[in-house]
């Protein structure tokens, strides 16, 4: 632990958030207070398309420990944390959502666990309020998913907010892929790591910028970057296939040599070519997918792009 460092960062992404940021950072400055005067908190923003940026210069200007970095566009969430986590200079840096769905008066139980030697806290949902049955169900089914189909030990239930070592946030610098899944990252890291369990509230204001196409995408680039099982399906769908084809050959040669009887009817030929031909669209979708993913690794171009900031570099915060 470096004493010249903050002990403690606070990351927020930020999407037109104009209308949570102000009750956030009035609920957030006194938690963080409670625990060390000696803290930072960096806003990034995500494109917004609304008064958030130019709020969180506001706060920035009336409160020094307010740093911020403003994308060039949308990138997405989890580029948004990355962001922060690489611009934080904090000994522990705990990651949170901007919609107030995550309270901050949960942050002082992640500090305390943390104190206690573990390197990562993560705060796991008992309940989550304000949200749709279709979006609890599938956010359950997906998390059970990847549980089954993944050797790393990924928590059930539990989202981004957390609190992690400035070890982790280390490792997690040496991960440069663009297809992000944090929580999945964090995990695969190791170190100790412990629960704190909450209760999610529903968004203080405004409408959830995850619509079902970015939930479905984020399920995908969490299956893909910690599980090689949709390969394998598509293996042993190829072998099934293959058996069942075989086995329908076998029976033809026999009716037409043995029982001197001729199989007729287009039906089954179309039905055979229809069922063969989806399962090789499938293989090929699944394998396309991991395909894509590497060429979009393989390019090398920056995860984000900074249009401004005010983030002090860490040799400036030592000195």
């Known amino acids: 632990?470096?004493?010249?460092?903050?002990?403690?960062?606070?990351?927020?992404?930020?999407?037109?958030?104009?209308?949570?940021?102000?009750?956030?950072?009035?609920?957030?400055?006194p938690v963080l207070q409670s625990i060390t005067g000696n803290y930072e908190i960096v806003y990034v923003n995500d494109g917004s398309r609304d008064a958030t940026l130019s709020m969180v210069k506001a706060l920035a200007v009336q409160d020094t420990r307010v740093r911020y970095i403003s994308f060039s566009r949308?990138?997405?969430?989890?580029?948004?944390?990355?962001s922060g986590i690489?611009?934080?200079?904090?000994?522990?840096?705990?990651?949170?959502?901007?919609?107030?769905?995550?309270?901050?008066?949960?942050?002082?139980?992640?500090?305390t666990k943390?104190?206690?030697?573990?390197?990562?806290?993560?705060?796991?949902?008992?309940?989550?309020?304000?949200?749709?049955?279709l979006k609890k169900w599938t956010a359950k089914t997906f998390y059970r998913i990847l549980k089954k189909t993944t050797q790393i030990k990924i928590p059930l239930d539990t989202g981004d907010f957390r609190l992690i070592d400035r070890k982790v946030v280390d490792y997690l610098k040496q991960m440069p892929e663009r297809h992000k899944f944090l929580r999945g990252q964090i995990a695969w890291i190791g170190f100790k790591q412990a629960a704190v369990f909450y209760d999610r509230e529903s968004r203080f204001t405004g409408k959830t910028n995850f619509s079902f196409s970015?939930?479905?995408?984020?399920?995908?680039?969490?299956?893909?970057?910690?599980?090689?099982y949709p390969l394998r399906m598509a293996t042993v769908m190829g072998f099934v296939v293959s058996a069942i084809s075989f086995i329908v050959i076998l029976y033809a040669l026999y009716?037409?040599?043995?029982?001197?009887?001729?199989?007729?009817?287009?039906?089954?030929?179309?039905?055979?070519?229809?069922?063969?031909?989806?399962?090789?669209?499938i293989?090929?979708?699944?394998?396309?997918?991991?395909i894509s993913r590497i060429n979009s690794d393989v390019r090398k171009r920056p995860l984000y792009v900074i249009e401004?900031?005010?983030?002090?570099?860490?040799?400036?915060?030592?000195q």
């Open 86 to 111: 690489e611009h934080a200079h904090g000994n522990a840096v705990v990651v949170m959502d901007g919609d107030l769905q995550d309270p901050p008066e949960l942050i002082p139980q992640l500090w």
């Open 283 to 290: 293989a090929i979708g699944i394998i396309g997918e991991y």
């Open 114 to 133: 943390y104190k206690e030697g573990f390197k990562v806290v993560y705060a796991q949902r008992r309940s989550r309020e304000g949200e749709t049955w």
């Open 255 to 281: 009716s037409k040599f043995v029982l001197d009887r001729t199989i007729t009817g287009w039906t089954s030929l179309i039905i055979s070519v229809l069922f063969i031909g989806g399962v090789q669209l």
């Open 214 to 228: 970015k939930m479905f995408q984020f399920a995908l680039d969490g299956i893909t970057a910690f599980s090689n």
């Open 1 to 29: 632990m470096n004493p010249a460092l903050p002990a403690l960062s606070i990351v927020i992404p930020l999407h037109n958030e104009e209308g949570n940021l102000p009750h956030l950072h009035q609920r957030l400055v």
């Open 308 to 318: 401004e900031e005010n983030v002090t570099q860490e040799s400036d915060v030592i």
């Open 74 to 82: 949308n990138f997405g969430h989890q580029m948004a944390i990355m």
